[in-house]
């Protein structure tokens, strides 16, 4: 069966009891494409996941992977698809070469048989092949768990949350498979609560409580972005930020790394008025400054507008 989307989710609900996860979501994923599920732990995200990997059923909607349905066909769905869970799921008494196998033998396959795909990724883990999985460290985890989902030459490629709790240079380093994989014509849709990790996909979907806020290249999401946006930051931040919260013009602060980024509700650069205030209540080493916005601002700024 062939489909012009590699993914089709359509108006997809799921509860749990009275806790309703998923609350319309709909949304398509061409074929290649690098698709990013971006949102907080409790978002929806991890639903969403098993349910295209046939785990779940879906409480109402109609959800298909390369023209399969989810429900009818997932027989068909599992024999193509890649899954890899947000926590470390293969065999921790096996060791690296021995979940490999294992994994290639499940789906009929061999390592020799599509070693060309995973070849950049399994050999940052050869020199440790014996050792147990249980033993490996979290970056070491995830590439051999991503060389399991992988060695059966699968279509679709489902990643929940690959990079939470592993080094910035493991993150950095699995980005940068991704984009091999991308060139294999792989479509990918990928989990992740960090939002700088959202720049690097094709499309995100900006998801929180079961909702999805919007769907876009990344770089059209910032530029929706509706307010100036300043940096401002001072000796006392917290007492910064109690002031500026106070602010009868504010309309959101946040705290990003040394720096608040504030919005005001007043249109114009303010950037003078913004620094006297903050002056007048007897702050020194001041700085205010405007800046571009993030995917992360944008999301706090769609969380604003749904709340009011």
């Not at 003078?272 to 209540?281: A, G, H, I, P, R």
Request: proline letters at 3%; glycine letters at 8%; a neutral charge.
């Amino acid at each position: 069966m062939t489909s012009e989307f590699s993914i089709s989710v359509d108006h997809l609900f799921k509860s749990y009891g009275n806790v309703q996860a998923v609350r319309n979501v709909s949304f398509e994923i061409p074929k290649g494409e690098v698709f990013g599920l971006i949102g907080p732990d409790g978002a929806g995200k991890t639903t969403i996941f098993r349910i295209l990997a046939t785990l779940l059923i879906p409480g109402k909607g109609k959800v298909s992977v390369e023209g399969f349905d989810v429900v009818k066909d997932y027989k068909k769905i599992r024999k193509i698809l890649g899954y890899m869970a947000g926590r470390f799921s293969l065999y921790q008494d096996l060791s690296v070469q021995e979940n490999l196998e294992f994994y290639a033998t499940i789906f009929g396959t061999t390592v020799k048989e599509n070693y060309y795909l995973i070849k950049d990724i399994y050999q940052q883990i050869e020199p440790f092949k014996k050792r147990l999985a249980g033993k490996l460290s979290g970056g070491m985890k995830q590439k051999l768990a991503l060389c399991c989902a992988l060695i059966h030459k699968p279509l679709a490629l489902i990643l929940d949350e690959p990079t939470t709790g592993v080094d910035a240079v493991s993150r950095m380093e699995f980005w940068e498979i991704l984009s091999k994989l991308k060139q294999e014509g792989i479509t990918i849709i990928v989990s992740t609560p960090y939002m700088d990790e959202a720049g690097i996909c094709d499309r995100v979907a900006l998801i929180q409580s079961g909702n999805i806020m919007a769907i876009d290249q990344p770089a059209n999401i910032t530029k929706s972005f509706s307010r100036i946006l300043y940096a401002v930051r001072s000796d006392d931040m917290y007492k910064l930020i109690m002031d500026l919260e106070g602010y009868q013009y504010s309309n959101s602060v946040h705290l990003f790394g040394h720096y608040l980024h504030y919005t005001d509700k007043r249109s114009g650069n303010i950037s003078q008025d913004l620094s006297d205030f903050v002056n007048l209540k007897g702050h020194s080493e001041i700085e205010v400054k405007t800046i571009p916005a993030v995917i992360e601002d944008c999301f706090m700024e769609y969380m604003i507008n749904q709340e009011s």
